[in-house]
């Protein structure tokens, strides 16, 4: 994982939400921002997708091949900063070495409802102390090897923290809930791009920007959820309890022609499961088309079959129609 002066990533490692790593790109003018509205963009960044990622991931849960308890939070440190954003983060935040920092603590989450919100600072879990590290800058290990230490502890129930914010210190409980095991990693390349790899969902920092709102960002987060939970891209390593209604699921699983509209067509019922409006997610396409115009065409790669943006609109509505009926008649949500 590359630091924050190189990449921009927010990473929710082993379940666990790790904060935005490396350095926001140019705004539209070239002109590089000062190092303040640089980090309020980061974390900004990183609060809308951590919320809307989280509700996909609690609202699903019962669907994923894959769940485990987490607490809901994104999780930052000291150590990820480097040049002049490690002062404006260690001020703004309360930030010291590798301890895990408060970032974003999503509505309805454990975090959430424990009281945590950004600017905590995490110093022990379950009476054992997190370390502060050797303070080394532009690292992810030692956030990375805390969080495994809170995950771990998440596993097992409920979490005792040992938490400091302005100084004063406190104890917090906290009480993991389920969760789908697939966390959300934003990259900023410039690009516009979205995928899964059977751990992780990534989202690049251009496709969450042409998303007008949380449903149009539900869109292309619940798509590549949907790529996890048909498990078109499986990884051993992935652990943890399997979603009670998972085998109800009537798509195909596995690598085929159809999954990317396989994970379209799940996407909106993932969304529609988690609140988000599908008519107006699917409104994202139009953005997209308009951002991307190569995205008028349909593609052929390694990746498999990629309709059209216009395409993949028309195969979308009588999805929607199929969802309406369901919420109509009382029928689960599940296609």
């Not at 919320?51 to 996909?56: E, F, Y």
């Not at 502060?132 to 097992?156: C, I, P």
């Not at 979205?194 to 987060?221: C, P, Y």
């Amino acid at each position: 994982m590359a630091s924050r002066t190189a990449l921009l990533a927010i990473v929710f490692a082993a379940g666990l939400g790790l904060a935005a790593c490396g350095h926001p790109s140019a705004g539209s003018s070239g002109a590089v921002a000062a190092p303040a509205a640089r980090l309020e963009a980061l974390n900004a960044l990183d609060t809308r997708v951590a919320g809307v990622a989280w509700t996909l991931a609690t609202a699903n849960a019962d669907l994923c091949p894959v769940t485990r308890l987490r607490a809901g939070w994104t999780l930052q440190s000291a150590s990820q900063y480097g040049g002049d954003l490690r002062p404006q983060a260690e001020a703004r935040h309360g930030l010291d070495g590798d301890l895990p920092g408060i970032l974003a603590a999503p509505p309805g989450s454990p975090a959430a409802r424990a009281g945590l919100s950004p600017g905590d600072l995490i110093l022990a879990v379950n009476g054992q102390p997190l370390s502060r590290g050797a303070g080394a800058r532009d690292s992810y290990d030692g956030l990375q090897a805390n969080a495994a230490v809170l995950d771990a502890a998440a596993a097992e129930g409920p979490l005792r923290l040992r938490v400091r914010r302005a100084g004063v210190e406190r104890e917090v409980e906290v009480l993991p809930v389920a969760a789908c095991a697939y966390p959300t990693q934003v990259e900023v390349t410039g690009t516009l791009r979205s995928h899964a790899d059977g751990r992780h969902i990534f989202i690049s920092d251009g496709m969450v920007e042409i998303a007008a709102d949380d449903d149009q960002l539900a869109f292309v987060l619940a798509h590549e959820l949907s790529h996890a939970v048909l498990e078109h891209r499986t990884r051993p390593d992935v652990t943890g309890a399997r979603g009670a209604a998972n085998a109800a699921i009537t798509l195909r699983r596995g690598l085929s022609l159809r999954a990317e509209a396989d994970a379209d067509h799940l996407g909106l019922y993932l969304l529609a499961r988690a609140g988000f409006d599908p008519w107006r997610g699917v409104e994202f396409l139009t953005r997209y088309e308009q951002a991307a115009p190569g995205a008028r065409f349909a593609q052929v790669n390694a990746g498999g079959v990629y309709e059209s943006a216009p395409a993949r609109r028309r195969t979308l509505q009588p999805v929607l129609a199929e969802i309406a009926a369901r919420k109509a008649d009382g029928r689960p949500l599940i296609p």
